[in-house]
């Protein structure tokens, strides 16, 4: 019978190298997988914006409207059927005076003016504005940034008013 003195040390650093490295893979994969239900809404609401704006500048008035509906929110276009995004994450949006409002609280309405692209109300008046809080008071003011926070994690998308362009930030 063979004399069996345990592991040798090449053995035991193998196996710490490879736990190690499978240890590694698990961690980087639950840290990406955190935020992936708000990167998806960041991409949807990206999506959204771009094809709203061509749709007005193709055709009359085109709106996207983003709203909380239970747990999800619902973002609703003027050009296509609604898509429920999960609302296991937050979503609030700037105002050019400083506010930064829940879309939970009171919901966000874009639409472009069809000549320029621009940002506009979603109900026209002599200046142009971006965004339109919905409820008792009715007051227009302009967004420049929509957030989505999950976590820890936050994604932005940056909103140019005057050229009705949008940028993803992270």
């Not at 949807?44 to 709203?67: F, G, I, N, P, Y």
């Not at 979603?122 to 227009?140: H, I």
């Amino acid at each position: 019978m063979k004399d069996n003195r345990g592991l040798s040390l090449i053995e035991l650093v193998v196996t710490i190298a490879i736990m190690a490295i499978v240890s590694t893979g698990v961690v980087i994969s639950v840290y990406s997988s955190a935020g992936w239900k708000a990167k998806k809404a960041i991409t949807e609401m990206d999506q959204a914006l771009s094809e709203t704006r061509v749709q007005a500048l193709s055709k009359t008035q085109a709106w996207m409207e983003l709203t909380k509906s239970g747990d999800d929110y619902v973002l609703k276009t003027s050009y296509a059927s609604d898509v429920v995004l999960d609302g296991r994450f937050t979503i609030t949006y700037h105002t050019n005076d400083g506010a930064v409002t829940d879309v939970a609280v009171q919901d966000m309405i874009l639409s472009f003016d069809r000549a320029s692209g621009a940002f506009s109300g979603l109900y026209t008046d002599s200046t142009l504005q971006t965004c339109r809080y919905v409820g008792a008071s009715a007051e227009v003011l302009q967004c420049d940034e929509i957030i989505v926070t999950q976590g820890s994690r936050e994604w932005k998308i940056r909103l140019y008013p005057e050229t009705g362009k949008h940028k993803v930030e992270k």
